[in-house]
């Protein structure tokens, strides 16, 4: 059965996968412009490349949505593979971190923060860990793990939002408006996290102790996510995954493209 929805919601991704990869040309235009006026800012090219292995693996799952665990696909394509979609998040996702990192280390370097500093250089460890935690979760079906995954991820955003805070809001009124959307953004996103995205996963390992699920070892589950596929265009199998992926793959991009202007604006300011 196909639904309606599925398809116009898969639609509306593709969409927005080309328009955040318009976004990033614009971004990238601007970082050229600034280094052809300015002295070249190797942070603000870093910023760049980052944000483009980010926002081309968010593009890539745009048009190959999966469901790791159940093996669920919307494209009938070897590509469509769980390892690797898998592998494709797993650098995005560094990078992304990678990202904040090294633009709150700056920030605190700048306004002599040590305890900004500090902060963020836990986010880049978080996100390794999280990354080990959902690949055990996909290699093995264990959906607890990916409560834990979830849980760093919310942690790692409440840890951005301390090192914000610690530098201090004063210390980063030039940057006006970001500062604010990453406070929003980040106080938003930590409750959906921990008020949503953990309690769904929790829920779903509750679900299958209940059921006597079985694990897969860690070899079968990477035999089995690298051969088995189910495509499947009913809302009964995505309608979970319908929120967290459209956020996902709108604001977490875009916040990640704003990195590319911020490290611009720091570094000719300063």
Known sequence: MRSQ?????HASLRAIAVLSIALWSAAAVAVARASSQFASEIGC???????????????FRSFLPVVDI????????????????RSVATVAELCFAAQWALLLHRLASLSGSPSGETLSLAILPLILLAEG???????????LAHAAENALWGLSAALVLAAVW???????AALGVPVFLWCLGGTAYVAFIFGYDVPMYWSRWRANRARGHRHLSIRAGLLDTCGRRSVSYRWEDWKEEVLWMTLYFTFGVWSSISLIYTSLAIEHRG
Request: glycine share 8%; aromatic share 8%.
């Open 133 to 143: 935690c959902s690949w055990y979760a996909v290699l093995t079906t264990g959906q």
């Open 70 to 85: 159940p093996r669920i696909v919307l494209v009938d394509h070897r590509l469509s593979s769980v390892s690797i979609g």
């Open 45 to 59: 090219d870093v910023q760049l490349l980052l944000s483009a292995a980010y926002v081309a693996g968010c593009a």
């Open 166 to 172: 610690a530098i201090g809001p004063l210390r980063l």
């Open 5 to 9: 929805a599925v398809t116009r919601w």
